[in-house]
């Protein structure tokens, strides 16, 4: 071993022990900060979670919502995710499904049982946890009765915009690409469940965008005021401050620099950046394929079909 090696090598194990005592420094300040405040899983429990804020976010995905996250990140107050582990990829498809009665008291337990610690440590910091895992969406009733002290964000865009995504992605179209094993389809009693085999995959693409926002904008509107924000894409990516505002006081974090929040949004994170080798573009007989099937939840959210 030469001289410079050497050097590189101790250099690295002191930075090393650095930052092992760092982390050793950090928890010690967590589990403090804990039990000044008097925070344990069976205190939260025993409390029903009353008095532990924390945010979701709802959308198909594809609607800037890593983006917010990020944005939510800037403030100390916030502890922001945008896709955590356990993703709920597979979970939320399987919540989405389920047609049997008691469907409360089975997704309940689980929304607690995947957020339960996120959350109480986002609280034991003094923060807010913020999730806009558009996977949330598919069990957002049992979240919100899980942990009463929540509030929700509903980011959703033009649907020929997410469908044309879902298409270069290849939804519907096989294989493990636009996570097609977890992507839903009609129950039995939606009206589109006798037409299912009948759609093409652009009329599938275009019914989930239509379902999802359909059952994102029927929870959303049973909310109170105070417990909803509705935030479509095209109204956060439009550098306007007083949205941003909104958004940090709905949370209920201070608003960071208008330069740090600029910074974020000409990142243009999550970005499309692949297709799976798959083109799509609209022509007039594709848009008219699908209008009948988004048209109504379309217009609902303000979009002109």
Request: aromatic share 12%; with cysteine; hydrophobic share 40%.
């Amino acid at each position: 071993m030469n001289l410079s090696t050497a050097i590189a090598s101790q250099a690295d194990e002191a930075l090393s022990r650095m930052h092992r005592k760092l982390k050793r420094y950090l928890e010690r300040e967590r589990i403090a900060k804990k039990k000044e405040l008097k925070l344990t899983l069976g205190k939260a429990y025993e409390a029903q979670w009353e008095g532990f804020p924390c945010v979701f976010a709802l959308s198909t995905g594809r609607t800037g919502t890593q983006t917010i996250a990020s944005m939510l990140a800037l403030s100390p107050a916030v502890l922001a995710q945008h896709e955590p582990a356990p993703r709920l990829v597979r979970a939320s498809y399987e919540a989405f499904m389920d047609e049997r009665e008691g469907w409360m008291d089975r997704w309940r337990p689980f929304a607690l049982a995947v957020r339960d610690d996120f959350v109480l440590e986002a609280c034991a910091e003094g923060r807010i946890y913020v999730e806009s895992n558009n996977r949330i969406t598919y069990m957002a009733p049992a979240f919100a009765e899980a942990f009463p002290a929540s509030r929700f964000i509903f980011s959703h865009r033009d649907p020929y915009q997410v469908i044309r995504s879902g298409m270069q992605r290849g939804a519907y179209q096989g294989g493990n690409m636009a996570w097609n094993f977890a992507r839903i389809h009609p129950r039995t009693d939606d009206p589109a469940f006798a037409q299912w085999e009948s759609y093409t995959n652009l009329q599938r693409e275009a019914w989930r965008w239509a379902r999802i926002n359909g059952y994102a904008k029927v929870f959303f509107d049973t909310l109170p005021e105070e417990r909803r924000l509705e935030l479509p894409a095209r109204a956060f990516f439009s550098n306007d401050m007083d949205i941003y505002r909104s958004l940090f006081a709905f949370v209920g974090a201070p608003l960071p620099s208008e330069d740090a929040l600029r910074g974020v949004m000409g990142k243009q994170l999550n970005a499309q950046a692949h297709y799976n080798g798959l083109d799509f573009e609209w022509t007039d007989a594709l848009r008219e394929s699908v209008r009948p099937i988004v048209q109504p939840v379309a217009e609902s959210l303000g979009y002109e079909v």
